[in-house]
């Protein structure tokens, strides 16, 4: 209960920071449109050669599409800005505010900061999965319904620990700041299934990068592809990301000597 109150203060104050720079909102919505209309002018290109891609049809990729921009948005709204404040105070020294404080330390690095206008990409997202139910005909069962939420859920957990395990590494490495944009790179292949991949690059987007995880199998979840034993697989995962971040973190803490050493 703490730990949630905690994270309402600081999501509290993110909110208000957020609103002295309002004219971001509007960069934001700029940003968001010209990333859909670019999507979706892929989208068009790809079916105008052919019917399907990998056995997905044009309304369900539309889905996945939907999924990607949603988790992009929770990724940039309340992740990556946490994880790149964490590698500056591991590189500055300036940790020793969080560690010092009478709250658990990964949970207070991982809720203070919070981008509100990267919601916009949440909103877009929501909207665009909406006109792909429609197309689909709403044929969303209740337990379609609870898998996606529940997969989204555990995209976004999968996706946090990788990030807090990359961002931990700088305790030991000084250079770790390009990792936004090597995941930003990585990220960009979610906007298609991982099954239309080589195997490799499949395995690589499943099991080092979550992105199958985060966007894939949410969209599944949508188009009644998801079965309960994938489900399964990707609870039983989450949980094992969730412990070994944990003793990551904590290994990483280790090797922390602070600013005044």
């Known amino acids: 209960m703490n730990g949630l109150r905690l994270a309402w203060s ?8 957020e609103f002295q720079y309002r004219a971001n909102l509007y960069i934001q919505i700029l940003q968001t449109f010209i990333a859909l209309a670019v999507g979706l002018i892929g989208l068009q290109l790809v079916f105008d050669q052919t019917t399907q891609l990998g056995g997905w049809s044009r ?4 889905a996945v599409m939907g999924v990607y921009i949603l988790m992009g948005g ?9 994880m ?49 139910l429609a197309q689909l005909g709403w044929s969303l069962s209740a337990l379609s319904a609870l898998g996606f939420l529940s997969a989204l859920v555990m995209g976004a957990a999968l996706t946090y620990c990788f990030w807090l395990m990359i961002t931990t590494t700088a305790f030991w490495f000084i250079r770790v700041n390009d990792i936004a944009n090597l995941f930003e790179g990585l990220y960009a292949a979610g906007r298609w299934p991982v099954d239309i991949y080589p195997l490799w ?24 592809r998801l079965t309960f034993l994938t489900w399964l697989g990707a609870l039983g995962l989450t949980v094992l990301f969730l412990v070994v971040s944990r003793l990551f973190w904590r290994r990483g803490l280790k090797n922390y000597s602070g600013a005044s050493a």
Do not use: C, H
């Not at 309304?59 to 539309?62: D, F, K, R, S, V």
């Not at 929770?74 to 946490?82: D, F, G, K, M, T």
């Open 10 to 17: 600081y999501l509290r104050i993110g909110i208000l920071n």
């Open 84 to 132: 790149e404040r964490l590698m500056d105070d591991i590189r500055n020294g300036t940790l020793d505010f969080a560690l010092t404080k009478p709250a658990d330390a990964q949970l207070l690095v991982s809720v203070r900061e919070f981008r509100l206008w990267q919601t916009v990409d949440v909103l877009t997202g929501a909207i665009v999965i909406g006109v792909a």
């Open 74 to 82: 929770v990724i940039r709204a309340a992740i990556q800005p946490n």
């Open 201 to 224: 690059l499949r395995t690589g987007l499943t099991f080092l990068v979550p992105v199958a995880f985060a966007v894939t199998i949410p969209a599944s979840a949508l188009t009644g």
């Open 59 to 62: 309304t369900e990729l539309l």
